[in-house]
């Protein structure tokens, strides 16, 4: 999950729409390239998240995941939501790079709220850097 948005005072809120949806998909399918998670099988959704500008969910078995990238977030001003999609995009993507990690870290003996907040500090240094 993730919560990004450029925003400034007194521009009009900007909505989503299928254009901002396909290039999503496709900064996704870089980022899968780049990151050499090609044996996962992933589509991609169009929806809502509450609260979050996208999510990633993913089944292990099978590995397979689902890439969602919410229309209606942020809900304050936008300045360009380019750089936005772009930076869910990554962010998703990280988090199915990390997924076996959660998967494992959730099957030992670990304070999940800990080992979640673990995993988004990983993600942020590598958003940092790449």
Same mark, same amino acid.
């Given at each position: 999950?993730?919560?990004?948005?450029?925003?400034?005072?007194?521009?009009?809120?900007?909505?989503?729409?299928?254009?901002?949806?396909?290039?999503?998909?496709?900064?996704?399918?870089?980022?899968?390239?780049?990151?050499?998670?090609?044996?996962?099988? %992933?589509?991609?959704?169009?929806?809502?998240? /509450?609260?979050?500008?996208? &999510?990633?969910? =993913?089944?292990?078995?099978?590995?397979?995941?689902?890439?969602?990238?919410? /229309?209606?977030? /942020?809900?304050?001003?936008?300045?360009?939501?380019? /750089?936005? @999609?772009?930076? %869910?995009?990554?962010?998703?993507?990280?988090?199915?790079?990390?997924?076996?990690?959660?998967?494992?870290?959730?099957?030992?003996?670990?304070?999940?709220?800990?080992?979640?907040?673990?995993?988004?500090? =990983? @993600?942020? &240094?590598?958003?940092?850097?790449?």
């Amino acid at each position: 999950m993730v919560l990004l948005g450029e925003q400034i005072k007194g521009r009009k809120n900007v909505k989503l729409i299928n254009k901002d949806f396909q290039l999503f998909k496709k900064e996704c399918n870089k980022w899968i390239d780049k990151l050499g998670l090609g044996d996962w099988d %992933v589509l991609y959704s169009f929806e809502s998240v /509450p609260e979050s500008a996208g &999510s990633t969910e =993913v089944g292990y078995e099978g590995c397979w995941a689902i890439i969602t990238l919410s /229309p209606n977030y /942020p809900n304050d001003d936008m300045l360009d939501k380019n /750089p936005h @999609i772009k930076k %869910v995009a990554l962010h998703e993507c990280l988090e199915l790079l990390l997924a076996t990690l959660n998967i494992l870290g959730k099957s030992r003996i670990f304070d999940e709220a800990e080992f979640n907040h673990e995993r988004h500090r =990983v @993600i942020n &240094s590598l958003m940092r850097i790449l």
